[in-house]
């Protein structure tokens, strides 16, 4: 019956939420002894300038190396750790692990003038004095500002727009680089974007995904790259997978490249490798 079948519904219901509820207890556990017992490592990208086809940065990306999972990819832990604001510890983390490594490629002349890009989390903004916290790792670890590359994403920007001409300005004074990621997925408001003191446009990877054949995508992707030159700053595409991929943005003068073409993100060890093989 109707009644039985609601019932049944209700029942269905109260268990998914119980499990759902319970998860993301043990999630925050097991956060909170990732975070205790160093579980966590900053993996860097290399991103290329395409007129030298040199090296010129890397992108810190964070992984997970959880005890019986192995290593385990943000989409996995991300959105929970921001949930929790756990992000705030995890990304002070990753903030000075990508300073001293820059610094350290910077000063052996590795990397000389190698530029390292972290990503930060609208809670790190919100909730995290995120100011402070790069302020004080600039100090310790005596990278200069220019080489430190503060990304944040086009959504997390469109949605606060005061906040973020406020904290934006904030950190150009340091004297920090400032990247809008995911660019092309979060509605901009073209007429705003003038008002951020930006450096670098980051084409999403869906546009670069299907280049060169997909017509929108080609459009998309040509779009950017104009209103980065019309707004005088760099257009970096990610997600590049593909030779195509590499020589379509080349032809169209887009900027700088990042993807598996080239390398996913490496151990430190591995990047150093890479970096004086490429170079
Ligand atoms: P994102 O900042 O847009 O980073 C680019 C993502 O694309 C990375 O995934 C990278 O490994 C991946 N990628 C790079 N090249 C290619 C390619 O050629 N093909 C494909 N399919 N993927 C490629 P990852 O490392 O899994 O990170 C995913 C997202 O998690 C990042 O997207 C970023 O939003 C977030 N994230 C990563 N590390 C941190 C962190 O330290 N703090 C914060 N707040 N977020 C982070
Ligand atoms: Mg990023
Ligand atoms: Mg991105
Ligand atoms: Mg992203």
Not at 66 to 90: C, M, N, R
Not at 230 to 252: M, P, S, Y
């Amino acid at each position: 019956s109707a009644k039985n079948a609601g019932k049944n519904q209700f029942h269905f219901y109260k268990n998914e939420m119980t499990s759902e509820i319970y998860e993301k207890v043990i999630m925050k556990q097991e956060l909170n002894d990732a975070i205790q017992n160093n579980e966590f490592e900053v993996y860097y990208q290399p991103q290329i300038d395409l007129k030298t086809n040199k090296i010129i940065g890397a992108e810190a990306l964070v992984r997970w190396n959880h005890k019986s999972l192995g290593v385990v990819y943000p989409s996995d832990f991300i959105s929970h750790a921001e949930e929790t604001k756990q992000i705030i510890p995890i990304g002070e983390f990753v903030l000075k692990e990508a300073c001293a490594f820059m610094k350290k490629l910077n000063e052996s002349k590795i990397l000389e003038k190698g530029i390292i890009s972290v990503n930060i989390s609208s809670i790190q903004i919100k909730h995290g004095n995120l100011l402070n916290k790069v302020t004080e790792e600039l100090k310790v670890s005596k990278l200069n500002p220019a080489n430190l590359d503060i990304e944040l994403t086009e959504t997390y920007i469109m949605e606060n727009i005061q906040e973020s001409i406020l904290i934006l300005n904030e950190l150009k004074n340091l004297g920090v680089k400032l990247s809008i990621d995911d660019f092309g997925t979060g509605y901009s408001s073209l007429s705003y974007l003038k008002l951020f003191p930006i450096d670098k446009l980051k084409i999403d990877k869906s546009f670069s995904s299907s280049l060169p054949n997909d017509k929108k995508d080609v459009a998309i992707t040509r779009s950017i790259i104009a209103l980065g030159k019309g707004l005088e700053v760099k257009v970096i595409a990610e997600g590049v997978e593909t030779l195509e991929q590499k020589e379509f943005l080349e032809k169209e003068n887009c900027d700088e490249i990042q993807g598996w073409f080239y390398s996913k993100a490496l151990k430190e060890e591995d990047f150093i490798k890479l970096v004086k093989e490429f170079n």
